[in-house]
């Protein structure tokens, strides 16, 4: 047995009861204040120096003692916050707090990078170079890591590694291929301006109803004629209002939705093509249109020389045999703006079990994981630092 792995089983009872202390006691993004105090307090058990950063986040740093060509700097990323989200499993370690839910993994991940700590920190002369803890806030919000990166968070660093426990696949099992894994979210609001009137005579106003609602047809037109047909993207509008009484032309009508895709010149096209059509579009119906464009996260994207170190890692930890292709997923994350900065790999470890009750959907209100994932996380987040620093460069 490896030394990873011979100490990822002797802090898998250390893992279990941080996840579930993180889990009974659930904080809002941008205010893991609690969270934030026990990272600390277990970093410094350790001997090591952590550092607040994005206001409830925590870096710290382990150095290794092997002496090395040249010295690199290998990060791993857990987020830390939970969502608003009223719990309904009946467990031991259920929410203490109303309205706030672990409802889709973070507690696991702080909990087994702080068991990767133990592990890393224990074997300080097994590698070169320096590890860099990064415990984030605001993931939910997708806040806490462009914050991090305006921080110069990772301006130092070489590579950067983050892991989500995934009820979408079979415990045991870890995804970790090249390319796109998650994609670019957004958010656009367009309100649209017409002149109000009587229901009997709309000549008289300018129908927003009708420029609105034609806003909404060609819309659906820009990712099937313009963008190309092999490149994954989606358009919704998922709100239009308008209106207050039947025989009331209105002034206004708002809508809101969201675009998706995995291709980053995509992403920076969305906006610009966006505002064209639906202010082109209104004007042809005498209104005017205003589009108020939110970039969330942007298109994850494992590159691939990181994604083969850490292909390589998972099969050094859990076997060849664990390691599964799973298809990118429209959901977003914002490790995204770390990967932009710094060659990164993002990887799902499967964490569902339906004999043990963890088959809910993140962001379910009975969503819970197989707490044996625990031990594959912590294990996979130390093996990949000892494989990246070490590669190549010692001695």
Known sequence: ?????????????????????????????????????????????????????????????????????????????????????????????????????????????????????????????????TVKLIFQPGEEIAVGAKTMVGEGI???????????????????????????RM??????????????????????????????????MNLQTIVSREFDPMEPAVLSVDIFNSGSKANVLPENSYLEGTTRCFSREINQNFEEIIGRVAQKTAASYRAEAKLEYNKMTLPLINDQEISAIAHKAAAKFSGQGSIVKLDKTTGGEDFSFFAAEVPAAFAFVGSKNKAKGADAPHHHPEFNIDEDALKTVSGLYAQFALDFLNKGEVE
């Open 1 to 129: 047995m490896s030394r990873v792995k011979e100490l990822a089983e002797k802090y898998f009872d250390y893992a279990v009861s941080m996840r579930r202390e993180f889990h009974r006691h659930p904080e809002p993004s941008m205010k893991e204040e609690r969270t934030c105090s026990r990272v600390i307090e277990e970093l410094e058990s350790l001997g090591l120096k952590p550092k607040k950063a994005a206001g409830t986040g925590v870096v710290c740093e382990i150095k290794g003692t092997k002496k090395a060509k040249s010295s690199k700097i290998a990060a791993l990323r857990a987020d830390m916050d939970a969502l608003e989200l009223e719990e309904k499993n009946e467990i031991e370690y259920k929410s203490e707090n109303e309205g706030l839910m672990h409802g889709c993994g973070h507690d696991g991940h702080t909990a087994s990078l702080l068991t990767a700590a133990k592990i890393l920190n224990n074997l300080k002369s097994e590698f070169a170079g």
């Open 154 to 180: 990772v301006e130092d660093v070489d590579a950067i590694f983050g892991i989500h426990v995934w009820n979408d696949l079979e415990s045991g099992k870890i995804s970790v291929e090249a390319g796109p």
């Open 183 to 216: 994609a670019a979210v957004n958010q656009f609001i367009i309100n649209v301006k017409g002149k109000g009137g009587h229901g009997s005579m709309p000549y008289q106003g300018v129908d927003p109803i009708m420029a609105g609602a034609a806003v909404v």
